[in-house]
């Protein structure tokens, strides 16, 4: 994973099976029934995502050595994978009234 300078966001460099190669915006990291997956924003070359999809991996990071790159890798359970899509609707539906409620209180008169 690296940081890019320009925005702050992180970003993961993937090598797909076909071999495209995709950048992701990482959009968050999830922990549903003790594992952790994380969730990416496919982006095309000029930084941006064309139609909303993201896409769900498990991913570990190494406890003992926190210098080497996490690992992802894909989920073939159906149960699996919707429970991680469940936890990440979840997930936008707090982000999204965290950002109603800053909404409502810069509208608030001092």
């Keep these: 994973m690296q940081k890019e300078n320009t925005s702050e966001e992180m970003t993961v460099d993937l090598d797909l099976e076909d071999g495209a190669h995709v950048t992701c915006a990482v959009v968050t990291i999830l922990t549903v029934a003790g594992s952790d997956y994380i969730v990416l ?3 095309n070359e000029q930084g941006q995502n064309d139609n909303g999809e993201v896409w769900f991996y498990r991913y570990f990071e ?48 001092q």
């Design 62 to 109: 190494d406890e003992e050595h926190p210098e080497q790159e996490p690992v992802l890798e894909y989920i073939d359970d159906d149960e699996e994978y919707e429970a991680v899509g469940d936890a990440f609707d979840e997930y936008l539906d707090t982000v999204e009234f965290d950002e109603m409620i800053d909404m409502e209180e810069e509208e608030e008169p």
């Design 41 to 43: 924003l496919p982006l």
